[in-house]
């Protein structure tokens, strides 16, 4: 949800910095550079918002997808400035959904059946449940 206010902040200095360029700096030597760069930034919040908009709606409507099989589920950490610590699951080889990993820091890496409850559009993991194995009730 702060993603999403974040970016609309980020979209209302934009606006307000290109109404005021236009409105009062029209003779300013970097005019055109100014406009166009904070225009830029302005779409780039919009698109920000759009997504994260879809995001929440669908969490709110419980339109989810589901996927079973076999999960190969990796953590992921970005090394440098940006910390980004990420839950990577591959279902079947071919689908890859993504989940913080704060949100899901109890399930266990490695390769084992899965079910997976994800958004559609940008591939967010909602939830993970490991699907219990024969095995375990062999014993």
Same mark, same amino acid.
């Given at each position: 949800m702060f993603d999403i206010i974040y970016a609309l902040i980020g979209l209302i200095i934009c606006t307000s910095l290109v109404i005021f360029f236009v409105k009062k700096k029209r003779g300013h030597k970097d005019f055109y !550079? *100014?406009?166009f760069t904070v225009s !830029? !930034? &302005?779409i780039? @919040?919009?698109l920000l918002i759009i997504g994260g908009t879809e995001n929440y709606i669908a969490i709110k409507n419980k339109n989810f997808q589901n996927a079973s099989g076999q @999960?190969?589920?990796t /953590?992921? /950490?970005s090394s440098g400035?940006?910390? *980004?610590h990420e839950i990577h699951v591959e279902i079947n080889g071919g689908l890859v959904v993504f989940g913080d990993f704060d949100d !899901?820091?109890?399930v266990r890496q &490695?390769?084992?059946p899965c079910t997976v409850k994800y958004i559609e559009k940008t591939r967010t993991m909602f939830s993970i449940k490991p699907i219990p194995s024969r095995k375990m009730f062999e014993k």
């Amino acid at each position: 949800m702060f993603d999403i206010i974040y970016a609309l902040i980020g979209l209302i200095i934009c606006t307000s910095l290109v109404i005021f360029f236009v409105k009062k700096k029209r003779g300013h030597k970097d005019f055109y !550079f *100014i406009v166009f760069t904070v225009s !830029f !930034f &302005g779409i780039l @919040c919009l698109l920000l918002i759009i997504g994260g908009t879809e995001n929440y709606i669908a969490i709110k409507n419980k339109n989810f997808q589901n996927a079973s099989g076999q @999960c190969v589920v990796t /953590e992921f /950490e970005s090394s440098g400035r940006t910390t *980004i610590h990420e839950i990577h699951v591959e279902i079947n080889g071919g689908l890859v959904v993504f989940g913080d990993f704060d949100d !899901f820091s109890d399930v266990r890496q &490695g390769n084992y059946p899965c079910t997976v409850k994800y958004i559609e559009k940008t591939r967010t993991m909602f939830s993970i449940k490991p699907i219990p194995s024969r095995k375990m009730f062999e014993k």
